[in-house]
């Protein structure tokens, strides 16, 4: 069943009815003392805002919250597919064989960038102001009740990181002697982290030199064509200096081939331990 998207506990007429203005937010340590205090000052009354209206609001929205559940199910069943973990047809073509191992790469981080370019510029248009929202002119479909998760906006969503990241400890979250004090928070820190692994995939990995291009392979290659009339001959060439170009080519392709190995597997690592931070 769909919650609540607002609570009428969280109401001024909650407050008035329970006798007690409720806390906008505070520590465990607040809510507790303000619970403590609420049921002490109106017991009856405190019950009647926390749990009787909470009930009477569960009735009578009933019937929407059931409409609700219906278009979740479809949008998670169909749309946005959240039992899977999908790659985009450029990184594993539709029919395509892959096996296992391959798909990780190209999964995991095609998920990242549709968590940053959906749900996080979802967030970035959902929390801001009528200007900020007016600066990428989403569709009606991109947020409130008529949403299905399939606008797509990377520059909203890379704003909304880089807001994230401008978040530090202040006045409001600790006192001025403590050490963390003007410091990054963990939400800023995990924004960085998730900004570097999203330019890594879209700019960093997509732009490497291809190995084979880079060892010379190619171009030994190409040689061996040439010199056996338009036939590949590997490892047969008769020319010394095929054979010694072979022997650079391939020793300085499997070079780059473990590097790129070893870099895809040191980003793979690096998404796992965010993971986190994948949520809005």
């Not at 047809?89 to 998920?111: T, Y």
């Not at 820190?189 to 084979?212: C, F, G, M, S």
């Not at 060439?237 to 473990?258: F, G, R, T, V, W």
Request: proline letters at 5%; charged letters at 30%.
């Amino acid at each position: 069943m769909a919650q609540h998207s607002n609570y009428w506990s969280c109401t001024p007429f909650a407050d008035w009815l329970r006798g007690t203005k409720k806390l906008s937010a505070g520590t465990s340590e607040e809510w507790d003392e303000w619970t403590t205090t609420a049921q002490m000052k109106h017991n009856f009354r405190y019950w009647m805002a926390e749990e009787a209206l909470g009930h009477i609001q569960d009735f009578v929205t009933w019937p929407i919250r059931k409409i609700y559940d219906v278009k979740y199910y479809i949008n998670n069943r169909w749309v946005t597919r959240t039992h899977s973990l999908t790659a985009h047809p450029r990184d594993i073509k539709p029919g395509q064989w892959q096996d296992v191992g391959n798909r990780f790469l190209p999964c995991l981080f095609n998920e990242l960038v549709d968590f940053i370019e959906i749900e996080k510029a979802w967030s970035h248009i959902a929390w801001g102001d009528k200007e900020t929202r007016a600066k990428y002119n989403p569709p009606f479909y991109a947020s409130g009740w008529f949403r299905w998760r399939t606008w797509r906006c990377p520059q909203a969503g890379l704003d909304h990181l880089d807001w994230e990241t401008t978040l530090k400890f202040d006045e409001d979250w600790i006192d001025k002697a403590d050490p963390k004090f003007g410091q990054p928070t963990p939400q800023a820190l995990r924004a960085i982290e998730l900004k570097a692994l999203y330019e890594w995939w879209t700019v960093t990995y997509p732009n490497r030199p291809d190995p084979y291009d880079a060892s010379g392979w190619s171009e030994y290659c190409e040689a061996s064509r040439e010199a056996n009339g338009g036939k590949l001959s590997w490892g047969k060439d008769k020319s010394p200096a095929l054979k010694k170009m072979s022997d650079k080519a391939h020793k300085s392709l499997q070079k780059i081939e473990a590097a790129y190995e070893k870099e895809d597997e040191a980003m793979m690592i690096r998404l796992i331990k965010i993971r986190d931070a994948l949520w809005t």
